[in-house]
Every structure is written in structure tokens, then in C-alpha cells.
């Protein structure tokens, strides 16, 4: 048993695993299952690492996200792993997503920014890594190259265009990605007024950070000029 399967089948049963002055401490409100207490007892040095390594990468908050791509199935990254095991245990929806929104002025061709943000994704192979557990762990696994939805919301004759559109920015940013089957990266076009438009796009951080999205809307840019 992984240290993710371990932390994921505590959370599941209401018991908090968690460092204390650099001790392992355990708390439950019913008491630890005495089979899940041996597992943990097994891998307390390496929970202890694990927790100890979380809370520096937690604090550091530099670290690059954007991975290499996988060649096959293989392991997660300390990083990744940190960000998938929370997300297994957080119920808070969007808590990792990374929400942005561009706005765009002028003639806009929805087709060719279609094409731009399918080509994004087919070519930062990171947008399309999904996480899967298999008998030897959470593995990496690389989805094959496919268009992306770029979904289209027409407000240009709604009066409450403006309500509207700040409660679709809402519901993109807490969208909550099933991150061992849908690409790292959702689109939502909305139109204002015929040369007035809303590019809202939504990662996860387990993809990218806050250096690795400008390349990404730099290389967008360049793909919809074609």
C-alpha cells in the first residue's frame, strides 16, 4: 500500500495523519482501525518524509508544476503527488484549479481560436497527462491528442450580461477536474458584443504555475495567428 492509498483511506475514515514538532501524530474521533494503525505503523518513516517534504514544498510555493511528459506509465512527481492526494481529500471544489480570463477586443475567429486552444493542449503534453491508480501505484498516463470543447456563451443580447458573466467566471474557476480522465485545460468563449469577447481558460495546478501559464498564453496567441 502506497502512502497516497494510506493518507486517502484515513481521510475516508475521519482520521487526521499530520506532523508535530517533526513527530508523526494521529488524531480520530472513533479510534484508528487496527488494520489501517499497522499500515501506518509499517510506513511511519515514510509518511514522516512524505508530510515533512509536503510542508516545504507548501511553503517554498516556487517550484515548477509543468512536468516533462510522460513516456509511458510512470510514477507521479513529488509535486504531482502532493497535489493528487490533496485533491483526493479536499472537498472544496476548484481549490487547485487555476482560472484565468481574457479579455479580447475586436473581430474574433471562433473556429481558428477552436483550432488554437485544441493545438495548445496536443502540444504541451502536460495539459493531457492524466493520473490513474494501477496495482503499482498512481501513474502518469498520457491521453491521446484530441480537439478540445471550446464552449460558446452568446450574452450579447442579456441585459444581465454583466451578473452573467461574472457567475460563469465563478463556475469555471471552481470547476473540479477528474484528473485521471479530463485534459488539464477547459475553454468557455463568451460574447459580449460582436468585437467584445470573454477568453475564460481553467488549469489545474498540477499542470502549470504561474510562470509556465505565460508561455502557454504566448504559444496560444501564436496558434491562433496561425
Excluded: C
Excluded at 137 to 152: E, I, S, Y
Excluded at 160 to 187: K, N, T, Y
Amino acid at each position: 500500500m502506497t502512502i497516497a492509498d494510506i493518507l486517502r483511506e484515513a481521510h475516508g475514515a475521519g482520521i487526521r495523519i499530520w506532523l508535530k514538532d517533526g513527530a508523526l501524530a494521529v488524531t480520530a474521533r472513533g479510534g484508528v482501525p487496527p488494520a489501517l494503525l499497522d499500515r501506518i505503523r509499517m510506513q511511519k518513516p515514510a509518511l514522516i518524509d512524505w508530510l515533512a517534504r509536503l510542508a516545504e514544498d507548501a511553503a517554498a510555493q516556487d517550484d515548477a508544476i509543468l512536468p516533462g511528459p510522460p513516456a509511458g506509465n510512470e510514477p507521479l512527481a513529488f509535486s504531482q503527488s502532493r497535489l493528487w492526494v490533496i485533491e483526493q481529500m479536499e472537498a472544496a471544489a476548484g481549490l487547485y484549479a487555476v482560472p484565468m480570463a481574457l479579455a479580447v477586443s475586436g473581430r474574433l475567429d471562433g473556429a481558428a481560436l477552436g483550432r488554437a486552444v485544441s493545438g495548445l493542449v496536443e502540444r504541451h503534453q502536460a495539459l493531457r497527462t492524466v493520473f490513474r491508480d494501477t496495482a503499482e501505484g498512481t501513474m502518469q498516463h498520457l491521453l491521446p491528442a484530441a480537439p478540445v470543447d471550446l464552449r460558446f456563451t452568446d450574452l450579447s443580447e442579456d441585459p444581465a450580461a454583466a451578473v452573467r458573466l461574472v457567475d460563469l467566471g465563478r463556475e469555471e474557476a471552481q470547476h473540479r477536474f477528474d484528473l485521471s480522465a479530463e485534459p488539464m485545460l477547459r475553454a468557455r468563449l463568451v460574447r459580449l458584443a460582436a468585437t467584445e469577447h470573454v477568453l475564460f481558460l481553467t488549469l489545474h495546478h498540477i499542470a502549470t504555475d504561474g510562470w509556465s501559464n505565460a508561455v502557454l498564453l504566448d504559444d496560444l496567441a501564436r496558434l491562433y495567428a496561425g
